[in-house]
């Protein structure tokens, strides 16, 4: 399922195209919001946001169109008139002279106005967005010790959007691993040293992932790994996915565990209780 890093990307595909445009058509296929075409269409966007993996897409009469990442949704962005080859029912679709910016498949979307956007029941209770650049590792040491989120174990702790916004699985995994850190234990048992390390971690991991379009190893490693034959999936990643796979820092095979219902990578001997 796409995470932080990958809706960001996602809405940079559509602000391409989009920002500072005018819509000249609008569809709207759900009928909680198709009353909103005529709103939309004349209008300007003036910004494609993300929050986490929710993405905001945003008009200048004051509605923001919101979509929250879905496990098979997908935006495609098109040169007017193509339209993609696809057995996804086609959910919204904002045109404009030269391109369209054309979601598929996902069900979770609405139309905001300001004051929808505060109160929504699903941004109004998100953590700071991962990618947002004034976060910093400081404040990311101090939710870490807040007492609503201190006495989690990590690896709960790491998928929950009210801690930090944009997060999922394999981010969970790339971080703790890089940390050193095992999945069970709580932000309020580290050291400072640890947290600081946690802290910073949890910011470079997904921003060189959404540099990178998805590794979180070094690039160095990475090319390494790229001449050694090792395809994209299998070089991406430091321990998520790699199961029986020597780890990286000590050559111990990594493991797979569940943890929140979802697959978890570790490795025994670096990631210890």
């Known amino acids: 399922m796409p995470e932080g890093p990958e809706i960001r990307r996602a809405a940079d595909r559509v602000a391409r195209v989009l920002v500072g445009k005018r819509v000249t058509e609008a569809k709207l296929a759900l009928p909680s919001i198709e009353r909103f075409e005529a709103q939309l269409?004349?209008?300007?966007?003036?910004?494609?946001?993300?929050?986490?993996?929710?993405?905001?897409?945003?008009?200048?009469?004051?509605?923001?169109?919101?979509?929250?990442?879905?496990?098979y949704g997908r935006w495609y962005v098109m040169r007017r008139p193509r339209m993609p080859k696809t057995g996804r029912q086609l959910r919204a679709a904002l045109h404009t002279d030269t391109h369209s910016a054309l979601l598929y498949s996902a069900s979770d979307i609405e139309v905001l106005d300001q004051d929808g956007v505060a109160r929504h029941r699903f941004l109004s209770k998100l953590g700071p967005d991962i990618l947002d650049p004034s976060l910093d590792a400081a404040a990311v040491a101090t939710r870490l010790n807040d007492g609503h989120f201190a006495g989690r174990s990590l690896g709960a702790l790491y998928l929950d959007q009210s801690f930090l916004a944009g997060l999922g699985n394999y981010l969970r995994s790339e971080i703790l691993w890089v940390a050193s850190l095992h999945h069970a234990?709580?932000?309020r048992e580290l050291t400072t040293d640890?947290?600081?390390a946690?802290?910073?971690?949890?910011?470079?991991?997904?921003?060189?992932?959404?540099?990178?379009?998805?590794?979180?190893?070094?690039?160095?490693?990475?090319?390494?790994?790229?001449?050694?034959?090792?395809?994209?999936?299998?070089?991406?990643?430091?321990?998520?996915?790699?199961?029986?796979?020597?780890?990286?820092?000590?050559?111990t095979p990594i493991e797979q565990t569940t943890s929140g219902s979802r697959k978890l990578f570790y490795c025994p001997a670096c990631q210890r209780p």
């Open 198 to 251: 946690l802290a910073r971690e949890t910011l470079r991991i997904p921003r060189r992932s959404y540099r990178t379009r998805g590794l979180t190893v070094p690039p160095g490693m990475a090319a390494r790994l790229e001449a050694e034959g090792l395809s994209f999936q299998r070089r991406r990643f430091h321990a998520f996915g790699r199961r029986g796979l020597p780890c990286h820092r000590c050559g």
């Open 41 to 71: 269409e004349g209008s300007i966007v003036t910004a494609v946001d993300t929050h986490g993996k929710a993405m905001l897409t945003r008009f200048d009469n004051g509605l923001t169109l919101y979509s929250h990442n879905q496990l």
């Open 185 to 187: 234990r709580k932000p």
């Open 194 to 196: 640890e947290c600081r």
